[in-house]
């Protein structure tokens, strides 16, 4: 079966630095979250979206900005990076309609050195 | 808001032994309530999820878990435990409305199981 894409899988940048950060869902799947893992964290929820709307907003840095595109996939869009941003980036996605069971992407490593 | 608390952040345990892994929750909601695995430098995966219904909540590799509503609790079981198992485990909630369904963790749980 079809998974959550995530790409890339590492990322390394310098301080101030730009990343974006790519999400596939799964096929038919209307409804994207990112999450941040700190080093030994729990995930912590950023941002989602359904439909192409932000559905929700967490603890999401004003630097960073995210958007789903009409193909449903998303970007995390992060600037001006701090060495605090080092983290793995989850995106999960889901049928809004569904059980809210959220499929979890293999996730993207940034590095801020 | 929703809050989980796991109330154990290691919990080593020998091969074939049996185990719990405990999760409370606090939520003036209802809510939707998953386990999730983490094996080292991987993505999560969900274990199980409790939406209602049966309090006794099954999973495919053997792991199992109980609602407990004036508790507010879902721990975790498993009666025989491998080396495979050692992994962290999050147990998350999710309010049952829409918009949202964000999930919120717990701290984690780091299984280590030794032979």
């Known amino acids: 079966a079809a998974g959550v894409i995530q790409s890339p899988r590492h990322l390394i940048k310098e301080k101030r630095e730009t990343a974006t950060l790519k999400c596939y869902p799964i096929?038919?799947?209307?409804?994207v979250y990112w999450y941040q893992q700190g080093p030994g964290q729990d995930p912590q929820f950023l941002i989602s979206?359904?439909?192409?709307?932000?559905?929700d907003k967490g603890s999401i840095p004003d630097r960073f900005s995210a958007q789903q595109f009409s193909d449903y996939h998303s970007e995390l869009n992060m600037s001006s990076l701090e060495l605090g941003d080092s983290a793995l980036y989850f995106c999960?996605?889901?049928?809004?309609?569904?059980?809210?069971?959220?499929?979890f992407g293999p996730g993207t490593r940034l590095t801020v050195l | 808001a929703q809050s989980v608390t796991q109330l154990d952040s290691q919990v080593p345990v020998f091969e074939e032994a049996p185990v719990e892994l405990r999760c409370n929750y606090s939520?003036?909601?209802?809510?939707?309530l998953f386990w999730y695995v983490q094996y080292p430098n991987q993505g999560l995966q969900l274990l199980l999820k409790?939406?209602?219904?049966?309090?006794l909540v099954e999973s495919i590799n053997g792991f199992e878990a109980e609602f407990n509503k004036s508790q507010t609790s879902l721990h975790l079981r498993k009666p025989s435990v491998h080396i495979s198992d050692t992994a962290e485990y999050f147990c998350?909630?999710?309010?049952?409305?829409?918009?949202?369904?964000?999930?919120?963790f717990g701290q984690g749980t780091e299984l280590s199981v030794k032979p």
């Open positions: 096929p038919r799947h209307d409804t």
């Open positions: 979206f359904y439909e192409k709307m932000q559905s």
């Open positions: 939520s003036s909601v209802s809510v939707y």
């Open positions: 409790y939406l209602s219904g049966s309090t």
């Open positions: 998350a909630v999710s309010t049952t409305y829409n918009p949202g369904g964000k999930l919120i």
């Open positions: 999960a996605s889901r049928r809004w309609t569904g059980s809210n069971e959220q499929f």
